[in-house]
Structure formats: C-alpha cells, structure tokens
C-alpha cells in the first residue's frame, strides 16, 4: 500500500506538478513514511541530507537560531504536499541549513533517499522542469515573506497570515512559533490576536481560528478582495484604480 500512497501524494505536489506519473513510480517505490510528534526534529543545522521530505499530514516549521541559540526565526511553514528545505537535497555533500521541527501531533512525512531523487530528476526533463519551476516560486516567496518582514508593521503581517488560512478554520501554532514566524514576541502577537477578536474579525476557539470579516482582514494586510480572491495592493501599479474596481 505504501507505493500507492506515496505515488499519490508525489502527484499532488507541488514539486512535482505537471510530471508523469510513470516517473514519479519509481520514486514512490523507494519511498517510506514516517511520523513525528509535535516537538520532535526531523532533522538539525549541519546534518547531513540523507532524504528529500514530502509533508503527507501535519505541519512542519523549519527554522534558524542565531548566535547563542537565544532567538529563532521561522524561515517558513509547511503543511501537506509540502518540500521540507528541498533546495538542499540538490546540492552534492549538502547539509541541512536549518533546523525542522513537527507542530501538530501526529506529523506524517514521506521519505525518499536523496541520491534517487537527484537520479530521476537530473535524468528526467519533466521532473527536471517541474522541480526549476517550483524552486523558482519558492524564491518569490521566501523574497515576499523577506519584504513583509523587513517593512510591513506586525498587524499587517498577522492579517496576511490569517487571510492565507481564511478558507477554512485554522489551528494556530503557539504564540511563540506564530511569534517566529511573523518577526516579532509572544506577548505581541498575543496582544494582537486579542484585539483582532474584540474587533470582530476572528472567533478563537481553543487556539482553532475563524476568520469572520476577509474585507478588514485584507485592508490591515494592504490588500484588497475582488471576485478572484485576494489582491495585494503592494502589487498593483495604481491601487485607487483596484479599489474602484471591487466597489462597482
């Protein structure tokens, strides 16, 4: 069963969307699952890459220390579907940068032996395009998330969280880990989540998060709702123009 498993997952990822799937058996062969409770590391800083990870349940926060080992900065989330710090599995004698911790308990993650997974792609033109793409995307990603924390306020970083998370109800990680990953400490985050309840725009429920007003939310994040979902205004060459175009 674990072949067939694997293979479904490696089709619905991201990584590896728009590949065949008669390539993507070969590697769903060499696959195996593994769990994680939360708090437990799947791997640390320096180690070395044995396995390209695939979040098949649960979430996965990987994230840096600084010097000393006092503060954390969460460098991203990653729930199913999901690479876990794939870059790395790409380099000859790599090693893992950061560290990757589970969240939820249980965590699932499926595992495939590094050496194959270079093997397939660098062998393959349709995984080898697939995996370029992807890699490209994350980068625009990590450098949106760069951009958000280096000149946008906490609240409009929080808002944009909650909105990425708005189409279902969500469960927060802790305030220290939502605290890594915005930037920030406990307490503000805390303060924070509490005025957006009193506001309206949140139901919190035993740390489970209910996003009641996608209007406001997207005005604090500097964004804006159209009939196609979420537009950051950021993005948008004239924003008045935006706005015009949602109130008619």
Do not use: W
Request: glycine share 8%; aromatic share 6%; with cysteine.
């Amino acid at each position: 069963m674990t072949p067939e498993r694997a293979l479904a997952l490696l089709r619905h990822a991201p990584i590896f969307q728009g590949a065949q799937e008669a390539d993507l058996l070969p590697l769903a062969e060499r696959g195996h699952f593994l769990g994680l409770m939360r708090g437990q590391h799947l791997f640390q800083a320096g180690q070395t890459v044995e396995s390209l990870y695939v979040v098949a349940s649960g979430s996965v926060r990987v994230y840096r220390l600084a010097r000393g080992g006092r503060r954390e900065l969460t460098l991203h989330v990653e729930g199913p579907r999901q690479l876990v710090a794939g870059i790395a599995a790409f380099q000859s004698r790599a090693v893992y940068p950061a560290h990757a911790q589970a969240l939820q308990s249980p965590t699932e993650l499926l595992a495939l032996p590094v050496e194959a997974v270079r093997q397939a792609v660098f062998n393959t033109p349709t995984l080898a395009q697939a995996v370029i793409a992807y890699f490209a995307r994350r980068q625009a990603e990590l450098l949106g998330r760069l951009d958000s924390l280096v000149f946008s306020e906490l609240g409009e970083r929080l808002a944009a969280y909650l909105l990425e998370h708005a189409a279902t109800p969500h469960a927060l990680p802790t305030n220290s880990e939502l605290a890594a990953l915005l930037g920030t400490v406990p307490e503000i985050v805390s303060r924070k989540l509490g005025e957006f309840y009193r506001l309206g725009l949140i139901v919190l429920e035993r740390r489970t998060v209910r996003v009641c007003d996608v209007a406001e939310l997207a005005r604090l994040a500097g964004s804006t709702v159209t009939a196609g979902g979420v537009v950051n205004l950021k993005d948008v060459a004239n924003p008045k123009d935006t706005a015009k175009e949602v109130g008619r």
